[in-house]
């Protein structure tokens, strides 16, 4: 079943919310972090006893915003973290193997999304942002801290064009604080919050930019309301340039 209005098709398909919008768009947003609360199936599936369980609160809000700000397509995945991790390979993204399906349906409809976006506009025009939030800072954080760190497997995941730095560019000129990874790392360590699974997989895969954005408590806590939805039309005017 599908819903929505002038600008957006919105439908549900195996615990994935999957927006489309209905003027062609060579943007695609992934939220991996921000569905159910884990509390909200505890003690109804198994849980992971491995790897990180935080959701990352309120990033789809910011989301949402940015869609009615321009057009893009979203996928937002709903099981929460605390089952299955939705930026991991499918070997370290679950335990319970009842939910592969909802897994793979995630990653098949952000396939499908690109494919689309690609047909219409071309691999050099298609970017995938995959949207997470962060509490803490980086090591090498400036006393201030970071809004926004970008993460690119230290730019791997940019293919054509630099929209990583001019992004990074945009933003500081509004006064936002942005780590933007260079080729190297930082120091030997690898660069904190740099990109994961989705980054990696879905630029070598289709050959398309990605980046891991990855937003500051601040910007998604009740009290920061107003932060958020100046961020997020900040990011929607960046990619109404596209």
Same mark, same amino acid.
């Given at each position: ?22 003027? &062609? ?28 369980? /935080? ?8 989301? !949402? ?7 893009? %397509? ?11 991790? $939705? %930026?991991?390979? $499918?070997?370290?993204? /679950? ?18 999304? /690109?494919?689309?976006?690609?047909? &219409? ?18 090591? $090498? ?11 690119? %497997?230290?730019? &791997? ?30 120091? &030997? ?15 070598? /895969? ?10 500051? !408590?601040?910007? !998604? ?22």
């Amino acid at each position: 079943m599908k819903v929505g209005n002038e600008k957006y098709g919105i439908r549900q398909e195996c615990f994935c919310m999957v927006v489309e919008s209905v003027v &062609s768009s060579p943007i695609v947003i992934s939220v991996p972090h921000d569905g159910l609360p884990n509390g909200a199936l505890s003690g109804l599936l198994n849980t992971r006893e491995k790897g990180l369980t /935080l959701r990352d609160s309120n990033v789809w809000p910011l989301v !949402r915003d940015i869609l009615i700000g321009c057009p893009a %397509n979203a996928i937002r995945g709903m099981i929460p973290r605390g089952f299955v991790d $939705y %930026n991991r390979s $499918y070997e370290h993204a /679950l335990e319970d193997t009842a939910l592969r399906v909802p897994y793979e349906t995630y990653h098949r409809n952000i396939e499908c999304l /690109l494919q689309t976006a690609i047909g &219409s506009h071309g691999k050099e025009q298609c970017l995938l942002l995959d949207v997470h939030g962060f509490g803490d800072q980086p090591r $090498y954080a400036p006393p201030e801290g970071y809004d926004i760190v970008l993460g690119t %497997n230290n730019r &791997s995941s940019i293919r054509y064009g630099e929209p990583d730095r001019n992004l990074a560019e945009f933003l500081a000129s509004l006064g936002y604080r942005v780590f933007l990874p260079s080729e190297r790392t930082i120091d &030997s360590r690898p660069d904190a919050l740099n990109g994961g699974f989705t980054t990696s997989r879905y630029s070598n /895969l289709f050959g398309v930019n990605v980046i891991q954005i990855e937003i500051a !408590r601040k910007y !998604r806590t009740k009290e920061g309301t107003a932060l958020g939805k100046r961020l997020a039309s900040d990011l929607a005017a960046f990619l109404s340039r596209k």
